[in-house]
């Protein structure tokens, strides 16, 4: 690697200009003093000072006094690490804040997925969970038998998944054997089920949370659609809470 290279990889990892050039002086000349890492960094003294107190505080200088003299000395390359935890640190302090400036302010989230064959519907699947919080409501519309034969061993997972969540999960599931079986279940998995008539005939699965909806088809061709808007999520649980109080 080229001293261009390990110049353009420090910028990289946080350091600025001069902090670079006076960290690859240190490495190469060893202890010196700043007005020895300035000349060799072709910098003036006045205008070093700043940027080697900067790697001090950074944890990549240390100083040591011989005699009258302070010598600044650099820390081993592998403590460049601690710029990348610091890193970690601040984007992990902040990450709330991001976060709920996108839920609250971007347009992203008023948005219209789609995704087709059961690869698709599994990664939607697989990202449901990530976002929802103890107490959730977390609505169903399927014919379980149907969905649950598009990936028995998948779905199973899910549903195990699912309920370590506590969400408040209420499914209306069409009237079948299956249903009925997994209805004797639903304490198990912390559900509340209700039965539609057989003569119902659902070929999708509507998912409806809080602030998002999901329609999986579970006929071919396979897909799902991913809604992403509070006010659609509040009115399909509106009219699933309708359809739930009358049956």
Known sequence: MTKTQTYSGLLELGLNDKEALLYLSALKIGPATAQQLA???????????????????????????????KLFIAESPDKLSILLERKKQILTSIMPLLVQDYM??????????????????????????TGLNEGDDYFVISDQQKWHALDPIYFENFILNRAKLNLHIKLLLQDNPHAKAYQHKQDQYH?????????????????????????????????????????????NKTLFNVIWGIL
Request: charged share 20%; net charge negative.
């Open 104 to 129: 609250y302010s971007s347009p992203s989230i008023n948005t219209i997925k789609m995704y087709y064959g059961l690869a698709g519907i599994k990664l939607i699947y697989d990202d449901i969970l």
């Open 191 to 235: 559900e509340q089920i209700k039965l539609i008539p057989q003569h119902i005939d659902l070929n999708i699965n509507m998912i409806i949370l809080p602030s998002k909806v999901i329609i999986v088809q579970m006929v071919e061709p396979l897909l799902a659609i991913l809604i992403e808007n509070k006010n659609v999520a509040a009115m």
């Open 39 to 69: 000349l060799d960094s072709e910098l003036k003294r006045s205008t070093a000072y700043p940027y080697i107190d900067a790697l001090v505080e950074k944890g990549l200088f240390h100083i040591e006094i011989n005699g009258a003299r």
